[in-house]
């Protein structure tokens, strides 16, 4: 069972920067895996944010995002990120990470993380 924590979550403001990480706590290498952010804000449903192949060479987002966020990887560290630029406030949400399964982009993910919670003030 993949286990996987993230952090970097917290308050920042519009237009400032964050950047969250996603690693592997059960000892699980994510370097062969397709990796994905994930997002809920209260009341709305999980939304896709971003998502990353295993080697990090192709990458695929929301349109939401597209140009402010990036998603990247160091398989070296087995860590997965979510650099956040210019931050909006409807960006507040409690942000997730999971593995992708075949194909690309993956239609499936799973192994939710316990998520890392942005809040961007106006």
């Known amino acids: 069972q993949v286990q996987l924590v993230e952090s970097g979550g917290g308050l920042v403001q519009a237009g400032g920067s964050l950047r969250l990480s996603c690693t592997a706590s059960s000892g699980h290498t994510l370097s062969t895996d397709a990796m994905g952010w994930f997002r809920q804000a209260p009341g709305k449903e999980r939304e896709f944010v971003a998502a990353?192949?295993?080697?990090?060479?192709?990458?695929h987002y929301a349109d939401s995002v597209k140009g402010r966020f990036t998603i990247s990887r160091d398989n070296a560290k087995n860590t997965v990120y979510l650099q956040m630029n210019s931050p909006k406030p409807e960006d507040t949400a409690l942000y997730y990470c999971a593995v992708g399964g075949t194909g690309w982009p993956p239609s499936l993910f799973g192994s939710w993380g316990q998520g890392t919670q942005v809040t961007v003030s106006s």
């Open positions: 990353i192949n295993w080697s990090g060479d192709t990458r």
